[in-house]
C-alpha cells in the first residue's frame, strides 16, 4: 500500500463518505476540491480568519488548520448541511433579515461559529457570542449586524438588549 | 507543501514503538495548530507526522495523589470548561480564556503548546507557578522532568525524537487570588508580547501568606522570580507595595536580557500589567 494515501470513512452533513486521501492533504482541500464544497472558503490558511470554519464533533474548528486523514471516524458538518429541503435554516435566515451578508466570504465560517454556540448555550449574551466568534474575520459588516443575526436567531425574546 | 506519510497509533505503546524505530524522520502532531502552519511554510519536512491526538492515555485532568494530572492530549477548551482547575489552578484555566480563538481552543491541547517551546507560549506562566514536572514516556519507560528542563531555550525543547509528552503533574493550590495577563497579538506584535500570571493567597490578617509569579514571553526561557515573590510575602498588598514590587520585576528582567529598543516599551509595559494584574488583591 502506498504509505503517502489514507483511506478515511467520516459523515459529511449526516452522509457517511469514503474516500482515499493523501496524508499531506489539509481538511480544507478535500472539502473544496475533493468534494467541490465551495462553501467553506480559504481566506488565510493559518488559522487567522475563520472563513474556513466547519464543525467537527459539533465543535467549530479551522479546516485549514486540520489534515483530511484527521476527520476520519468523526461526524463533520459543513455550511451546506444548514439548509433543509423546506429552506434556510432560521440561524440563516436571521443573517439575511439582519442585513449580516455584504461581500458574504465571511459568512459560511460564521454560521458554522454560530451553530456550535447556539448548540451549547441558546440565550447567548453580547460577551458570550463576541468569544465565539472572536476567530472569524469579516472586512465589510463591522460586525453589529452578525451579532444581532445570532441574537435574534433562535428565536428567543428579542426586545430588550442584554449587554 | 511536502509529501509525508500520515500515521495514527491505536494506543501509547504503539505511538512509542513507533518513535523508537522512525522518531527520527517522525513530527508528532496533536491539534495541529503549529505543525500544520509549519508545514505549509515549509519550515518542517517530515517523513511521517504520528497523530497523537487520539490517545486515551493523554487525556484527562485529575486530581491524584502526587499531585494535579493534565494530560498533554487535552484541549485549550477543555482547561477553559475545568471545574477541577477552577478549584486547583485557577491561572492555568484562566489563561484558557484568551487564547487563539475558539476554532484554536477546540483542537490546540496543552503538550503541543509546550513542545513547541515558544517563549510566549501561555500555558508556559501558570505551569511554572505551580512548579509543574513534565511526564515522559519512551519505549524505554517514563521519566519526569522539571518544566524549565524541557523547555530549554526559545523553539528548543530538550525532548529526544523517541519521547512523548504524556502530562503534566502540577502542585495544585488554594488560593484567593490567580490570573493570567497578556499584551500583544501572536505574530504581528511578537517581540512586544507580555505575559504574566500568578497565584496568591490572603491570610485572615490581609497579609500574603503564599506568593508565586511567572512571566512569560520577555526572557528566552520561563523563569521563576524569587525576588520578586520574597518581596511581597507577609505583607499586607497594598498600591505602594505592588508598585515597589513592579519596579524590582522590570530591573530583574533587564539583567536577564540587557537593555534593546524595545526595553523603553516593555518597561513601563511589564509594571503597568503586573500592577493591573495584583490590584485585586489591594
Ligand atoms: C491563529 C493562531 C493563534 C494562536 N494563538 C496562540 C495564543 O494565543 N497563545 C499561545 O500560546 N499559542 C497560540 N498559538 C499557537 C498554538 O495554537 C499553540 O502552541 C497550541 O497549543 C499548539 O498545540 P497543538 O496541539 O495544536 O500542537 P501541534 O501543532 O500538533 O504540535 C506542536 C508541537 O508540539 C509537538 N507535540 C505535540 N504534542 C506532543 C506530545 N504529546 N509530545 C511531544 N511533542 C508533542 C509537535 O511535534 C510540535 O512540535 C496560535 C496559533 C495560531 C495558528
Ligand atoms: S483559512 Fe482557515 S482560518 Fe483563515
Ligand atoms: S461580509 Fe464581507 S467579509 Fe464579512
Redesign the interface.
Known sequence: MD??R?TITFTLNGKSVTMDV???M?ALTLIRERLKLKGTKEGC????C?AC?ILVEG????A????A??L?GRDVQTVEGLAHEEGLSLLQESFVKHHAVQCGFCTPGLLM?AK?LLAENPCPDKAAIA??????ICRCTGYQQIFDSIRHATGAPTGEEKT | ??????V?PKNLVEALSFLHEYGHDTKI?A???DV??D??AGVIKPEY?L?V?RLAELKGIQLRSDGLWVGAGVTL?EIFSSEVLECHAPALKKCAATF?????R??ATIGGNVAHCSPCADTIPPLVIHDADVVLASINGIRQLPLEHVVSGPYTCALPDQEIIMGFILKPAAVTHADFQKIGRR?ALATARISMSYMARKDFRGKISFFRFSLGACTPTPRQWPMVEELLAGKVPTENLIWKAARLLSEKMIEITGRRSSTVYKEPAIQGLFVKMLYPMV
Do not use: W
Open positions: 504509505q503517502h489514507v493523501p496524508g499531506a489539509n490558511g493559518i488559522g487567522e475563520g470554519t465543535r467549530a474548528v479551522n485549514c488548520l486540520m489534515l486523514a484527521q476520519d461559529s456550535a468569544q465565539a466568534i472572536s476567530g472569524n | 507543501m511536502k509529501d509525508f506519510a500520515y495514527r502532531i491539534g495541529g495548530t500544520v502552519v508545514l505549509r507526522l497523530d491526538s477548551s487563539a480563538s475558539k476554532q484554536i477546540n483542537v505574530k
